[in-house]
């Protein structure tokens, strides 16, 4: 049980490691955002960035009691995603810019695929030429 505050920055340290490991993702392409719900409870969002086109999009978001739980959620979820979630592949372009870039979601179904692709964006800034569920391998 972690009883003090620095043992929870501790825990918190070693589980967001564990899953940037798990992830095989540089420290640099991966953000952990918490933000509070309902008054007490901590979100977390993961958010990947691509470093080849330098877009943030939302891999995941877990709620928890507080910051530790909502990553022993995180990291439940990423050891297991790949089995649970159908596989997308989004193709598009940024407002402004000329190349069409390919992304890749797991999700549930298309609009959650959409929404992370989306996320922390006005919808006018991307223009999405196909969304395609990938076949199952």
Same mark, same amino acid.
């Given at each position: 049980?972690?009883?003090?505050?620095?043992?929870?920055?501790?825990? $918190?340290?070693?589980?967001?490691? !564990?899953?940037?490991?798990?992830?095989?993702?540089?420290? =640099?392409?991966?953000?952990?955002?918490?933000?509070?719900?309902?008054?007490?409870?901590?979100?977390?969002?993961?958010?990947?960035? /691509? &470093?080849?086109?330098? *877009?943030?999009?939302?891999?995941?978001?877990?709620?928890? $009691?507080? +910051?530790?739980? $909502?990553?022993? +959620?995180?990291? $439940?979820?990423? *050891? *297991?995603?790949? !089995?649970?979630?159908? =596989?997308?592949?989004? *193709?598009?372009?940024?407002?402004?810019?000329?190349?069409?870039?390919? =992304?890749?979601?797991?999700?549930? /179904?298309?609009?959650?695929?959409?929404?992370?692709?989306?996320?922390?964006?006005?919808?006018?800034?991307?223009?999405?030429?196909?969304?395609?569920? /990938? &076949?199952? =391998?």
């Amino acid at each position: 049980m972690i009883e003090t505050l620095s043992e929870m920055h501790v825990e $918190a340290a070693r589980i967001q490691q !564990e899953i940037k490991d798990y992830l095989g993702l540089r420290t =640099s392409d991966l953000v952990f955002e918490y933000s509070t719900v309902d008054g007490h409870k901590v979100k977390l969002d993961l958010i990947t960035i /691509n &470093p080849r086109h330098n *877009q943030a999009f939302l891999f995941h978001n877990e709620t928890g $009691a507080d +910051k530790v739980d $909502a990553l022993k +959620k995180m990291l $439940a979820y990423v *050891q *297991q995603y790949k !089995e649970k979630e159908n =596989s997308y592949t989004i *193709q598009w372009v940024a407002k402004g810019d000329t190349e069409l870039h390919t =992304s890749y979601f797991k999700a549930s /179904n298309i609009l959650d695929a959409l929404q992370k692709l989306y996320y922390g964006r006005d919808m006018n800034t991307l223009t999405v030429f196909s969304v395609v569920l /990938n &076949p199952i =391998s």
